[in-house]
């Protein structure tokens, strides 16, 4: 079973850009939720997705936006890129319901320049 | 505020010898425990896992403590190995959560040979 996948690996972007993330979970899971991995910050929380609905949400500014599809693959959106941005963007999949273990993808790696 | 906390941000270890990451939290609301290991250059990894009306649970290797009194999560890793080499994550998850996962900074382990 292929596990979660995410695309781009790398991203390089320059402040006031917009850039789109995008996660496909493990095959069968339902949820897929984000997180910011920053050395300063570790891992925080950005929102969670089940059933194309947002579930969870994380206290980040409303730049940082997400979706899910019917198929379960979710996106997330930053416009207005700062600095600060810069981070690795972590998406995990888990079934949803009863069973909370999170599996998380390799994550993309932002720059922003 | 609340918060998962780790005590020691490294630790260096002879090989062969047991490991022992601890983690502290705060919330007595928390109802589920997860340790992650991340490796340089991948997502979180899942080790194992502990609900909050237990006291300890087994892996392959792994033992998990749940201390509820004095609020404090510990990792032990028997016999470790080079390939343990990793920063090591405690999080916690909150009743009704979902997939919001609160995580520890992490603690870097080192093997050496």
């Known amino acids: 079973k292929a596990g979660v996948t995410q695309t781009p690996r790398y991203l390089i972007k320059t402040r006031g850009q917009q850039v789109t993330l995008s996660c496909s979970p493990i095959s069968g899971h339902r949820s897929v939720s984000w997180y910011q991995q920053t050395p300063g910050q570790g891992l925080q929380f950005l929102f969670e997705?089940?059933?194309?609905?947002?579930?969870n949400k994380g206290n980040f500014p409303g730049r940082f936006s997400g979706r899910q599809f019917s198929n379960s693959r979710s996106e997330m959106n930053v416009s207005t890129l700062e600095l600060g941005d810069s981070a690795l963007y972590l998406c995990a999949s888990s079934l949803g319901v009863g069973d909370e273990k999170l599996f998380f993808g390799s994550g993309t790696q932002l720059s922003v320049l | 505020g609340e918060s998962v906390g780790l005590h020691l941000p490294t630790l260096s270890v002879q090989e062969g010898d047991n490991s022992i990451i601890n983690c502290a939290y705060s919330?007595?609301?928390?109802?589920?425990f997860i340790w992650y290991k991340q490796e340089s250059g991948k997502g979180p990894q899942f080790i194992i896992d502990i609900r909050s009306n237990m006291d300890k649970r087994q892996g392959q290797r792994v033992t998990v403590l749940l201390n509820k009194t004095v609020k404090h999560l510990s990792l032990q890793i028997a016999a470790t190995q080079p390939g343990d080499s990793a920063v090591y994550f405690c999080?916690?998850?909150?009743?009704?959560?979902?997939?919001?996962?609160?995580f520890g900074q992490g603690t870097e382990l080192s093997v050496k040979p």
């Open positions: 997705y089940f059933s194309e609905t947002q579930r």
């Open positions: 999080a916690e998850k909150r009743k009704n959560q979902g997939g919001k996962l609160i």
């Open positions: 919330n007595s609301a928390s109802d589920y």
